[in-house]
């Protein structure tokens, strides 16, 4: 076997084995096989894809390439949610201890913002003192004390997918539907859940805008989970309006807050709700989807998912009460109205503006280490779907001294759009 011949297999449309795909990855991970050669490769999974067990196979050599976690004897069972992200996405945030609440651990390990997305560690990251950084020997007693674990990828976790997702970077190859349910699946199976639920977005907010693909990715990662005998399920769910009313860190953690109590956006409860409903079944916790999602509410109404995000916090270095400092503190920013343009029906030409108006005031990342202006954010007062007059409050932006306000107000203005017929998408448009 040699790598060349790895590569044209591929190059002519064929599958590789099991051992091909071994040989290629070992070697790669290893400094052994050249960047350019990986190229190649991967340009030829983009354009010839791959079959469903040859698509298990490289998943299982990627999460092969590091450490791979095992929970024994935590005395519950564990489960874990991934989302492909979008603007206003705060799930995570309520969905761990909400489900936490009701007995099941959470190995979560986000990731960060990027462009016109939000990340889940920044946002957490605007406590004062909360720490997503947990070494391995951390994140285990996170697990057996507090059943509840979030945090950033550590180095030794499928390092193949570094390098990999490094390269596809810079050569144009991120957008492929098998390398992207790879680059997910073996990270999310490598920290050590034994069951997955998964929101994929559809909508002009979402990774993958167009419904169909969406739908193309989902069962790419749902046949990697079934050949590892992962259980596995899928919602797939609105991206085409914000997610809840608030976009931007602080803004977005008080909204977390506001839906432990039981209250906040509609929205965001059902799909915190639904989603720990499909986790808690999974579990074995519950074995009906109604129960299970009265259940995940009851948490939230009841105060034991406070109770449990308050631990988490202090697990994790952060003092709860004290959700935000000077720095983010929204009411230290200046606010601005954004008035509706013209009367009619609220609709969304093109969500992502709306994270890239956050970018502007500083709130986002452009490069990988951009530091990120916790206070700064968007506050919506109407939906997509209400009937609003010229003039109208549509949303308050919070910005810093006019950073980035022109570009902001310009984004929002492109984002939205005031029409005269339209009925907003459901918020689960499928369910696999
Ligand atoms: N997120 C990932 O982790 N990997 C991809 O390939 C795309 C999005």
């Known amino acids: 076997?040699?790598?060349?011949?790895?590569?044209?297999?591929?190059?002519?449309?064929?599958?590789?084995?099991?051992?091909?795909?071994?040989?290629?990855?070992?070697?790669?991970?290893a400094g052994e096989v050249p960047d350019y050669q990986a190229s190649a490769l991967l340009m030829a999974i983009y354009i010839h894809g791959m079959q469903p067990d040859e698509l298990g196979d490289w998943t299982r050599a990627m999460l092969q390439s590091g450490r791979v976690v095992k929970f024994e004897g935590l005395g519950r069972p564990t489960s874990d949610k991934h989302s492909t992200g979008g603007v206003g996405d705060k799930v995570s945030i309520p969905l761990a201890p909400a489900v936490a609440?009701?007995?099941?651990?959470?190995?979560?390990?986000?990731?960060?913002?990027?462009?016109?997305?939000?990340?889940?560690?920044?946002?957490?990251?605007?406590?004062?003192?909360?720490?997503t950084q947990l070494d391995?020997?951390?994140?285990?007693?996170?697990?057996?004390?507090?059943?509840?674990?979030?945090?950033?990828?550590?180095?030794?976790?499928?390092?193949?997918?570094?390098?990999?997702?490094a390269l596809r970077d810079v050569t144009g190859l991120v957008s492929s539907i098998p390398l992207i349910a790879s680059s997910i699946m073996s990270k999310k199976l490598a920290e050590g859940t034994e069951s997955l639920v998964l929101d994929i977005k559809y909508g002009s907010g979402a990774f993958i805008p167009d419904v169909a693909q969406g739908r193309e990715l989902a069962k790419a990662m749902?046949?990697?989970?079934?050949?590892?005998?992962?259980?596995?399920?899928?919602?797939q769910t609105a991206m085409d309006r914000p997610l809840g009313c608030a976009v931007g860190h602080t803004l977005e953690i008080l909204e977390s807050l506001e839906c432990l109590r039981g209250e906040g956006p509609a929205d965001l409860r059902e799909l915190v709700c639904e989603l720990g409903a499909q986790m808690l079944c999974m579990a074995g916790v519950e074995s009906e989807s109604e129960a299970a999602k009265a259940r995940v509410a009851q948490t939230l109404d009841d105060g034991s998912a406070f109770a449990k995000f308050?631990?988490?916090?202090?697990?994790?270095?952060?003092?709860?009460?004290?959700?935000?400092?000077?720095?983010?503190?929204?009411?230290?920013?200046?606010?601005?109205?954004?008035?509706?343009?013209?009367?009619?029906?609220?609709?969304?030409?093109?969500?992502?503006?709306?994270?890239?108006a956050l970018c502007a005031l500083g709130g986002g990342r452009v490069q990988l280490d951009d530091k990120i202006d916790f206070g700064v954010g968007f506050r919506f007062q109407r939906e997509a779907g209400d009937t609003v007059s010229a003039g109208d409050p549509l949303c308050t932006i919070y910005h810093r001294a006019g950073r980035g306000l022109d570009e902001a107000r310009a984004r929002l203005t492109q984002a939205i759009e005031i029409v005269t017929e339209y009925k907003p998408q459901p918020l689960i448009i499928a369910r696999m």
């Open 1 to 29: 076997m040699d790598v060349r011949g790895v590569v044209s297999t591929k190059r002519d449309g064929g599958v590789l084995s099991r051992e091909e795909i071994e040989f290629f990855l070992t070697r790669y991970v």
């Open 101 to 131: 609440a009701c007995g099941v651990a959470i190995p979560m390990i986000s990731g960060r913002g990027l462009g016109h997305t939000g990340g889940t560690l920044d946002k957490l990251e605007s406590i004062p003192g909360f720490s």
């Open 136 to 165: 391995e020997s951390a994140f285990q007693r996170a697990m057996e004390t507090v059943g509840v674990a979030l945090a950033g990828q550590t180095d030794d976790l499928v390092p193949a997918d570094r390098k990999l997702y």
């Open 222 to 235: 749902m046949d990697i989970a079934a050949s590892m005998n992962v259980p596995v399920r899928v919602l």
């Open 310 to 356: 308050e631990d988490i916090t202090r697990n994790q270095g952060g003092q709860p009460g004290t959700w935000f400092n000077a720095q983010g503190d929204p009411d230290l920013t200046t606010t601005e109205t954004f008035l509706a343009p013209a009367s009619g029906i609220l609709s969304y030409r093109d969500v992502r503006e709306v994270g890239l």
